[in-house]
């Protein structure tokens, strides 16, 4: 049977004011994992907050009992240099490092920010760096990526160089409250057939109104932001989020 739901409301659309009781009111609410999203100017024209925010937060969370679990911190990295940065989110409470497949394939092989160094990354070497940090490895792709570029990382022989997760952006990444994409469903339905054990992952104006679609293509973790956040019942919105995954499971 496909993997079951995960909602993982975005704390871009909480409180910034009281973002850690924000956190745990979600928690309480029903959430299984909160998405975390980064971004630096550079590889986004928006920018948001950086490791020592998380490192404040991740006390109003408890960590999960295992991978994938209840309290995952799930990092969306849309920034330039993915690999300069997973030291530091991994010391601040991370658990899944989800970086753009496109940063990947153009960032520096340096693991310290102050530093560069003239030797590229590639996808593959940042998943089996992520792994060797102890955190999981998710790959995101653009709207305009297609999704045949994940196909040797998928089938990778060995565990270390797979992802963990696969992220299909359903807005143009950079900004919250957009409208959500339709058009990227055919990439989950594929991603679904070839890969039925894979959690996949769907991000950008996901809420009551779309998320069937989403769901009936064959997502499962489910990213929420202005749909839970402000919402007048978030407990109610997140339960029907997970039913309209859960009903839809195949096996």
Known sequence: MSPPAIVAPSILSADFGALGAACEDTMKNGADWLH?????????????????VVTKVRPHVDRPSRPKGRGTF???????????????????????????????LSSTASTIPSETSPEKTSPED??????????LAGIALKPATPVSVLWPLLSASDPVSRPDMVLIMT?????????FMASEM?????????YPDLDIEVDGGLGEGTIDQAAEAGA??????????????????????REAVDSRRKG
């Open 36 to 52: 975390v999203d980064i971004m630096d100017g550079h590889f986004v024209p928006n920018m948001t907050f950086g490791a020592p």
């Open 186 to 194: 055919p990439k989950v339905r594929e991603l679904r057939e070839k």
């Open 171 to 179: 807005v143009e990444p950079g900004f919250g409250g957009q409208k």
């Open 220 to 241: 499962n973790v489910i990213v929420a932001g202005s749909a839970v956040f402000g919402a007048s019942d978030p407990k109610a919105v997140i339960g029907r989020l």
């Open 126 to 135: 940042l998943i089996r760096y992520i792994h060797g940090t102890g955190m």
């Open 74 to 104: 799930d990092c969306h990295m849309m920034i330039a240099e993915p690999k300069k940065w997973v030291l530091d989110f991994q010391k601040a409470g991370c658990d899944l490092y989800t970086f753009h497949y496109e940063a990947a």
